[in-house]
């Protein structure tokens, strides 16, 4: 697999940390996906006691702190520093919000927080979205990673805009991408991994689940099964039907 | 401190100590007392007050509800709350009422399908149960659940106890202070290993224009919201759940959240008085299901998480069992 700024990860699969029915539904959800990376909320998930935050070190993965819920750079900084003393990482997956309905990115709060945040050392997975100008203005600006959205973030929609996400994939063939946000289901962890994209980070389709912990083996499976089929070299789709036996060299039987 | 033994008509009462006189501990005290114990209550605070987390509780009684999320043994646990409740205090039975705004059918869908016991309401149902939502138009009742003013639940239990010669005293006391059998019911306090708190805020209002007579829960994605009503034009907010142990006032964010959730269900709340806001740390163990922990002579009831009301009666009648007949029942660990 790709590494992502000097680090090979086990499994192409990032799982969050909030919304779980109960911390140790969220630890048994880990173990069965077999995610290699924990994302957690600093805005809200942190503070005096830390119990939670030493729950989210015990899963024994690499974390990827967020800015979940800032809006502007300024704010999405300062999370990013808070976030850089408290669990010791480089790490930082930059969410700079621009819209509360949609959480779609504001590009131009994302791009100034991602240019500041990599002059200072920081390693940036910025939340994205499939367009290119941005993307390159991120690469610019020194990311090594991009995490474009499969959907907006809950909704559960899986790959919503498959043609700009595929032209995204081909534009920047040697930057490592995560697809990240709105999926749902195992099939578009899958879809993503199939489409070349080097893994996918999601929270809500595991958490909110009925089962949290069989949806989690569930993804885990997906992220492995759509990384091995990226690998074999998919066959190419065509507009008419091909017998899968020609009729010219049929066994004689 | 020397241990006495109470003779009544029934025989010998059986002394126990039970520190920390929030619902647990009381609730505790209420199931021992009727099994032939004598309570003895010390609160390093005295009677319940602001001091406890069981003071900014929602007072809701709704196992169905709550077992959308949590784990199947609180909502199994949970369904005797009510009739326990009713022996000390007013229980009003009306149901509980979940609302979802026109774009969050969804979760109304979802929610439904893991609420068993529920009905679908139509504009003209919901117009007969709460006519001042009768413009909403997702709706469902959970008709056995029930709610309770968890400040009154706490003096009338106080008062039960009261009559029954168990009062409270206030003092500083640790387990290993006190001899015979321990309860230990501090909370947070008890500062056991895998407890940490889960931090909730809340606003109570004085809404006049509103009438509810039952326990609304708003779903949303993201900003779920529930409106208890205490009656008087008083309504409870509630409530955050973050995962954090800070023990600060109210954060903005939250009153807005809470505000915004309140004016979308009905924008008459725009016009309320804040009378109140708070907050406080609820003590949960990993898995959010309350414990018995049994250690020697101590037993720590402790982690009801933010189902205070709804699991003390069962968490009390646990451990009162465990105690007079040995009886392990699934909130017992034996350390």
Redesign the interface.
Known sequence: MRDFYGVTLDSPLMLGTAQY?????M?QAFAASGASVATVSLR?????????GQ?VRDLGVRILPNTAGCYNAREAITTARMAREIFQTNWIKLEVIGHADTLQPDPFGLLEAAETLAADGFDVFPYTTEDQVLARRLVDAGCRVLMPWGAPI?SGMGLNNRHGLRSLRAAFPDIPMVIDAGLGLPSHAADALEMGFDAVLLNSAVAQA?DPVAMARAFGLAVQAGAMAAGADPMGVRDMGVPSTPLIGKAWL | MGRCITFTRSGPMRDITIIGAGVAGLFAAWHLSQQGWHPRIIDRNGAPGPHGCSWWAGGMLAPICEGVTADPLIARLGGQAADDWAQVTTVTRRGTLVLALDRDRAELSRFARLAPGHRMLDGAALAALEPDLADHRHALHVPSEAHLKPRQALTDLVTALHNRDITIETDQAQPQDVTGPVIDARGMAAALPDLRGVRGEMVVLHAPDITLSRPVRLLHPRHPLYVVPRGDGIVMLGATQIETEARRPITARALLELLSAAYALDARFAESTVLETGTDLRPAFPDNIPRVTVRGRVLHLNGLFRHGYLMAPALARQAADYLTRGTRGELIHED
Do not use: D, H, L, N
């Not at chain 1, 029915?21 to 539904?25: A, D, F, G, Y």
């Not at chain 1, 809200?44 to 939670?52: D, K, L, P």
């Open positions: 029915p109960s911390p140790q539904v630890q809200r998930e942190s503070g005096q006691g830390q119990a939670f729950m809950g009925g």
